[in-house]
RNA sequence: GCGAGAGUGGCGGAAUGGUAGACGCACGCGACUCAAAAUCGCGCGCCGCAAGGCAUGGGGGUUCGAGUCCCCCCUCUCGCACCA
């Protein structure tokens, strides 16, 4: 590939950077004690820690440089910052890369560590590296084990069936993005549903804790905490049981939950889940309902596509009764969108209430009937075409709850229900158990022992940690560990008869729930030490995608109370403050044979349009879409900082865009922060070269002043910004300082005295600390060339103080409007008095032309702001 | 399908309900140069000669005043429980 030309040097980041890295390393900048016994304020920075998948990409050093800037700025705030990282290091891609390219996923896994620990430490980081582990090390997932078995002692775990997808050419369990069109990934066979035992954290037990406790996390982003809510999905409801009209087997009634116990009148079916013990019952009888579940189990395990399929259904020939009309009774059907997982697996169908019901009613000739009138309907001409009505009403057609609003119509049916001995009102929940076993090698083992006499049994603690063999082949389909030849016999622990360890590993979710505990004590001989979680937990920043706002965050707070209950950590939620950032993004590339390229590989135009760079080939320029290893539309960072360096990499990451959004990569703008750096070393070069340490004088000249202003302000501004994780707007201000510096230049130039040098000195020292946390090696290269002899760097010095004198505004515009219309301004001394605002306004050539003929009849004042007129003719 | 967000000049964006467009990128003009690059200066939402008008995805509403608050709609993004 074409090499870009080289691109014109002063300030030499090839050889700065390296050298401050070691500097600090040299220093421990960044090191804390376990349990530190002095008074000073700890912070604890963390974010999500890497899968190690190869290279580091652009979405972890957008992440590790908003992390890094939030731990030095909280550094020179005077805390004592935790910021470790480490390695999420089990997982899928591994054994991909054993299948495919005969690797071993350990060798694969700790060979992409050491790529990955290289180019994140020549970004800079202000991590302290002595803390870092993987968690594919017995060191730590041993403690994991023992978490495990203090957990199902505590009877927060337990053993159930639960579907998995089943590829049975390849005989393996399929996750979710590997059944694609309802086929296995690699074997390209119809997947099926099959019920497996598996081992299953109690979270549920949580639910209303893990639900309230979000009302006490202020410092999280509010959808965030409404995405949890509403997975979490607590919902008051009714249960209900109806009579079959003939038992089936043991089976009399069938138990549905609805939130609608209001609409029990406007029923028109009922309807199960293909899993549920109904239907299996059902199957085993009917060649035609067996044929259907089937149908229904190659859909995959996927909520989405369940949800998404289009709605069938199989008419059971079953009926059920009316829990309020003796006369009726209404069909029992399958149906593909109902799922087992939610309430009871049965629904009752009311169509004219629920869309859902609607489009099933609608396709198989069920009949729809209103029974809740929206207010201002007529019911006799209230009429369901292909829109249910879910809003509230008054009840119509439904016998003893005809007239009563829909609210009390729930607890009148709710009441009728219970007094039949036909159902009561529940809570109900959405959320979960969490299934952890997987069926795979590369993740913890599970440290139980399968012992035909005894049981389940778990492996004595003496015992952890449990080990991955290292000798095992990915020739045969399955899960290596279940076709190990040894490694699953062992004897029991209990009576000492032959036994068979558990070949499940852990859900890689379970490796990331408590890595940010170990993180306080990872040499510790327990799983955590107290005194240091207790010290220095809960996370006081975490950072990360929004793609884990659900499953990893709340698994995390799960782990935490669990860890709470079994003794291991004294407080509930993990993380104190919690930001998502967004994706990296880049437009893709395609030639006109329709291959994709890579970025590298193409070249841009200056008249528009592009061209590949070796064969001058026109190049189709697509969208602009999150970096993709299939679409090609990625960036090497490694590349980007050998070329440009880390600190144009993390401060053209900051300035692109608000760092919750996501941002576009473009070349543009790594020139745009390349530039700039320059520009900052000219800057403070000839201040270092034209200006000397002096005292402060005793009066400054107005273009000094102003320039002290500037710097002030630039202080207060960048400091707000950082604390709101505003990046992009700590840029422009330092972009601002720059500019005043740059015009204080010219004005030294022309009449520069003492006092304007001294003020360009303090505002260069100010710059240097400002962008501290942002462009690292560039602060302490642009401060050593301004003070050679100072003993700290700047990593080790206090975050500056604006100086409130300077702050003060001596003028203020302030706004004149007429009739909310912006007509002019007028530019006062602060804390002008309305009279004399209103006065200076209508002095106002312009606004005495807009009130001329007129009459005040309001007049709204802001002092400093804004005077409204309003006015009538 | 369900749940949650986002949408402001050519582009990224700024803006306690109070002067929309800070700052940057791109672009244009000028200076410097034999020339180019780099650098420096000026300009830059749209319509209009101007006065002025119009502008924060679209449509309504609340308010003296709305990018900001409320309702409806459109588009895009994230999540949906075995990717991490």
């Given at each position: 590939m074409a090499q870009p030309a080289a691109l014109p040097t002063r300030y030499d980041?090839?050889?700065?950077?390296?050298?401050?890295?070691?500097?600090?390393?040299?220093?421990?900048?960044?090191?804390?004690?376990?349990?530190?016994?002095?008074?000073?304020?700890?912070?604890?920075?963390?974010?999500?820690?890497?899968?190690?998948?190869?290279?580091?990409?652009?979405?972890?050093?957008?992440?590790?440089?908003?992390?890094?800037?939030?731990?030095?700025?909280?550094?020179?705030?005077?805390?004592?910052?935790?910021?470790?990282?480490?390695?999420?290091?089990?997982?899928?891609?591994?054994?991909?890369?054993?299948?495919?390219?005969?690797?071993?996923?350990?060798?694969?896994?700790?060979?992409?560590?050491?790529?990955?620990?290289?180019?994140?430490?020549?970004?800079?980081?202000?991590?302290?590296?002595?803390?870092?582990?993987?968690?594919?090390?017995?060191?730590?997932y041993g403690h994991q084990q023992k978490l495990f078995l203090d957990f199902l002692r505590a009877g927060l775990v337990e053993r159930r069936e639960a579907w998995v997808n089943w590829d049975p050419v390849d005989g393996t369990v399929l996750a979710n993005e590997q059944v694609i069109d309802g086929r296995g990934w690699r074997s390209g066979a119809l997947v099926e549903k099959k019920r497996l035992a598996q081992w299953s954290f109690k979270i549920t037990r949580f639910a209303p804790d893990l639900l309230e406790a979000l009302g006490q996390l202020p410092r999280w982003p509010e959808r965030v905490r409404l995405m949890q809510e509403k997975w979490i999905g607590r919902s008051e409801g009714a249960r209900v049981r109806f009579a079959l009209a003939e038992a089936v087997g043991e089976i009399a009634d069938l138990e549905v939950y609805t939130t609608r116990p209001d609409t029990l009148f406007g029923m028109s079916f009922l309807a199960l889940a293909p899993e549920h013990p109904l239907a299996a019952a059902l199957s085993a009888r009917d060649p035609k309902a067996?044929?259907?579940?089937?149908?229904?189990?190659?859909?995959?395990?996927?909520?989405?596509?369940?949800?998404?399929?289009?709605?069938?259904?199989?008419?059971?020939?079953?009926?059920v009764r009316h829990p309020f009309r003796e006369d009726a009774t209404f069909p029992v059907w399958i149906a593909n969108f109902v799922l087992m997982d939610y309430g009871t697996g049965a629904i009752f169908g009311c169509p004219a209430h629920d869309q859902r019901d609607l489009d099933f009613a609608r396709k198989y000739g069920l009949p729809v009937t209103p029974v809740v009138l929206p207010p201002g309907a007529e019911k006799a001409d209230f009429v369901i075409a292909d829109q249910a009505y879910d809003g509230p009403g008054v009840v119509i057609n439904s016998g003893f709850l005809d007239g009563l609003s829909e609210a009390a119509a729930k607890d009148a049916a709710i009441a009728e229900l219970a007094r039949r001995g036909r159902g009561e009102g529940v809570v109900n929940w959405r959320l979960r158990d969490w299934g952890v076993s997987r069926q795979r090698y590369w993740g913890c083992p599970i440290p139980i022992i399968h012992c035909q006499a005894c049981g389940v049994v778990p492996v004595p603690e003496a015992d952890l940690p449990v080990k991955l063999p290292e000798d095992v082949s990915f020739e045969k389909p399955g899960n290596p560990l279940d076709h190990h030849p040894t490694w699953k016999h062992v004897v029991c622990p209990t009576c000492g008869r032959p036994a068979r360890r558990e070949t499940d590993t852990f859900d890689t979710f379970v490796d990331s729930s408590w890595y940010f505990a170990r993180f306080c004590s990872p040499g510790a001989a327990r799983p955590v030490d107290r005194a240091a979680a207790d010290h220095w937990l809960p996370v006081d920043q975490y950072i990360g995608g929004i793609e884990h706002a659900i499953l990893h965050l709340l698994y995390a707070r799960f782990f935490t109370r669990a860890m709470r209950a079994t003794g291991h950590l004294g407080i509930a939620e993990p993380f104190a403050g919690l930001f998502t950032q967004g994706m990296v993004t880049h437009e893709s590339y395609k030639s006109a044979a329709g291959a994709w390229l890579y970025p590298s590989e193409v070249e841009k135009l200056p008249e528009g349009g592009a061209r590949h760079r070796e064969t001058g080939e026109a190049v189709i320029v697509g969208r602009i879409e999150a970096m993709s290893k299939s679409r090609r539309n990625?960036?090497?960072?490694?590349?980007?900082?050998?070329?440009?360096?880390?600190?144009?990499?993390?401060?053209?990451?900051?300035?692109?865009?608000?760092?919750?959004?996501?941002?576009?990569?473009?070349?543009?703008?790594?020139?745009?922060?390349?530039?700039?750096i320059q520009r900052l070393d000219r800057l403070v070069e000839a201040i270092a070269a034209g200006t000397a340490d002096a005292p402060m004088p005793g009066a400054f000249s107005a273009s000094a002043r102003a320039l002290r202003q500037a710097s002030h302000r630039a202080v207060a501004a960048v400091t707000e910004a950082l604390e709101n994780f505003a990046f992009n707007v700590a840029v422009a201000r330092v972009h601002e300082l720059a500019n005043a510096l740059a015009e204080a230049e010219t004005a030294a130039g022309m009449a520069g005295g003492d006092d304007l040098a001294w003020a360009r000195r303090e505002a260069a020292f100010l710059l240097c600390r400002l962008i501290a946390p942002m462009m690292p090696h560039l602060a302490e290269t642009l401060h050593e060339k301004l003070a050679p002899e100072a003993a700290a760097l700047i990593a080790e010095q206090p975050w500056p103080v604006a100086e409130p004198a300077l702050l003060a505004r001596e003028q203020v515009t302030i706004a004149v409007q007429v009739?909310?219309?912006?007509?002019?301004?007028?530019?006062?001394?602060?804390?002008?008095?309305?009279?004399?605002?209103?006065?200076?306004?209508?002095?106002e050539p312009n606004i005495a032309k807009a009130l001329a003929g007129a009459r005040v009849v309001k007049q709204i004042f802001v002092p400093d702001r804004i005077i409204n007129f309003v006015i009538a003719r």
């Open positions: 980041f090839a050889t700065a950077e390296p050298r401050w890295q070691q500097e600090w390393a040299a220093r421990g900048c960044f090191r804390v004690a376990d349990a530190p016994a002095g008074g000073q304020p700890k912070y604890y920075v963390l974010e999500m820690f890497p899968y190690p998948s190869g290279r580091i990409h652009m979405g972890h050093v957008r992440n590790y440089t908003l992390g890094d800037v939030v731990a030095r700025y909280k550094r020179a705030r005077g805390f004592a910052v935790l910021h470790p990282m480490g390695w999420d290091a089990f997982g899928l891609p591994a054994e991909n890369a054993a299948r495919e390219r005969g690797i071993h996923p350990a060798r694969w896994t700790w060979d992409n560590i050491a790529t990955m620990r290289g180019e994140l430490q020549r970004m800079g980081l202000s991590i302290e590296w002595e803390r870092e582990f993987a968690t594919c090390d017995p060191a730590y067996a044929a259907f579940i089937a149908e229904c189990r190659r859909m995959g395990t996927s909520e989405a596509l369940i949800e998404t399929a289009p709605k069938q259904g199989f008419d059971t020939g079953l009926r990625t960036v090497d960072p490694g590349a980007i900082i050998a070329r440009f360096g880390a600190d144009t990499a993390r401060w053209f990451i900051l300035s692109d865009n608000p760092p919750e959004r996501d941002m576009e990569w473009t070349e543009a703008g790594v020139q745009g922060a390349w530039r700039f009739l909310g219309k912006l007509r002019g301004t007028v530019t006062l001394p602060p804390g002008s008095r309305e009279d004399a605002v209103a006065a200076a306004a209508r002095a």
